[in-house]
């Protein structure tokens, strides 16, 4: 399995501090790469602070996870083990307790991994080729609505962009 490179985007670093906390205590050895906590002002924005993590590591992995979310090893190992089997996934979100980005019942009731317009940033893995092919985020978006946008311009790249 490919390591991956973990980015939170932070204004509070002690949210910053147990998000990392929890990943490492929970991850297997080797499967974290890079770990970067962008601290920025506020007029850069998440987006900026995403965009700045990503491209300072190497692994065949990104995840974006915002630092108020507590993404275990677990969770991880799984959503790389999924990708992994399938080169076309460009972007790979996990199943929120609750919260669906097409307002289906939590869980859903048939299908362990569909593929979906969108997947929400609070959690997102993305295929760094992927990320590099598509330029990376948009940062003419302060916050809202970029993964939107990334997962649609994966999306026309030919990725598949899939809720596990």
């Known amino acids: 399995m490919g390591k991956c490179d973990v980015v939170f985007p932070t204004l509070a670093l002690p949210n910053a501090e147990r998000a990392v906390d929890c990943i490492m205590r929970s991850s297997p050895a ?12 506020h007029h850069v924005g ?30 991880l190992t799984e959503l790389l083990r999924i990708m992994d089997a399938d080169p076309k996934i460009g972007a790979i979100g996990p199943n929120l307790p609750g919260q669906t980005p ?54 026309e790249g030919g990725w598949r962009v899939v809720w596990a």
């Open 102 to 155: 097409q307002g289906k019942l939590y869980p859903p009731e048939t299908e362990s991994l569909v593929d979906v317009p969108f997947v929400i940033a609070s959690c997102m893995v993305v295929r760094r080729t992927a990320l590099e092919r598509i330029e990376g985020c948009d940062t003419d978006f302060q916050h809202w609505a970029f993964d939107l946008d990334l997962c649609y311009r994966l999306r």
């Open 46 to 75: 998440c987006v900026g602070q995403y965009e700045a993590g990503w491209r300072g590591g190497d692994s065949p992995y990104v995840a974006l996870v915002n630092d108020d979310a507590f993404l275990t090893g677990k969770a």
């Open 30 to 41: 080797g499967l974290i790469g890079h770990i970067s906590v962008v601290l920025a002002p």
